[in-house]
Nanobody, 122 residues
Framework: VQLVESGGGFVKPGGSLRLSCTVS??????IGWLRQAPGKERGGVAA?????????YYADSVKGRFTVSLDNAKNTAYLQMNKLKPDDTAMYYC??????????????????WGQGTQVTVS
């Protein structure tokens, strides 16, 4: 099982970035994006349920600014981040799992993780 992330970097406030996560070796019900800032706990940013009809979930702090999407043909999930703020600065991780308890925002629900990609807004 492998999750490979890309797309992080430096951006000025108000700018945009798109993160990508390619999943191989595992058929997951959900792909989540979680982030962790220095001194803070890792928490969910967005998630998407895979399948014929995808359902997306967002943290309140990113609603209207971030969009999660899925390209089934490429086994790749994306997180489009617009109107970025300094508070969005964190290490971003994609993760895959079945979400036993349906808590898409909880790191404990995910079994497989990407290596993380740093996003810095300054």
């Amino acid at each position: 099982v492998q999750l490979v992330e890309s797309g992080g970097g430096f951006v000025k406030p108000g700018g945009s970035l798109r993160l990508s996560c390619t999943v191989s070796g595992f058929s997951s019900s959900y792909i989540g994006w979680l982030r962790q800032a220095p001194g803070k706990e890792r928490g969910g940013v967005a998630a998407i349920r895979t399948g014929l009809v995808s359902t997306a979930y967002y943290a309140d702090s990113v609603k209207g600014r971030f969009t999660v999407s899925l390209d089934n043909a490429k086994n790749t999930a994306y997180l489009q981040m617009n109107k970025l703020k300094p508070d969005d600065t964190a290490m971003y991780y994609c993760a895959a799992g079945l979400l036993r308890y349906g808590r898409w925002f909880s790191p404990d629900e995910y079994r497989y993780w990407g290596q993380g990609t740093q996003v810095t807004v300054s």
